[in-house]
């Protein structure tokens, strides 16, 4: 079984910051792409970004320049350094991983969410 557990999300003005962690733990035997979706109020679950084992990264346009996605593989942890946050940025942030375990191939798994809410 393989967990994801999402950290950093809260309350931030317009402008701020923010750092979301994903930590990936249990029986893994490698991590291939690793990423983060958001999910707005009455909105569909879209990428903000992704990156590869081997560090090429990508973004929705809405967020190119502002965020940054990095990776620990030593530690199967992904980063989302978010800058100039907007109140559209406002959603539910959700990890995800493809993971090889020693039984399983390649599968998509979900952390639980982590609630990022930009206001003044």
């Known amino acids: 079984q393989v967990q994801l557990v999402e950290s950093g999300g809260g309350l931030v003005q317009p402008g701020g910051s923010l750092r979301l962690s994903c930590a990936a733990s249990g029986s893994i035997f490698s991590i291939n792409a690793m990423g983060w979706y958001r999910q707005a109020p009455g909105k569909q679950r879209e990428l903000v970004a992704a990156?590869?084992?081997?560090?090429?990264?990508n973004y929705a346009d809405s967020v190119k320049g502002r965020f940054t996605i990095s990776r620990d593989n030593a530690k199967n942890t992904v980063y989302l350094q978010m800058n100039s946050l907007k109140p559209e940025d406002t959603a539910v942030y959700y990890c995800n991983a493809v993971v090889v375990t020693p039984f399983v191939g390649g599968m998509d798994y979900w952390g639980k969410g982590t609630l990022v809410t930009v206001s003044s």
């Open positions: 990156i590869t084992s081997g560090g090429s990264t």
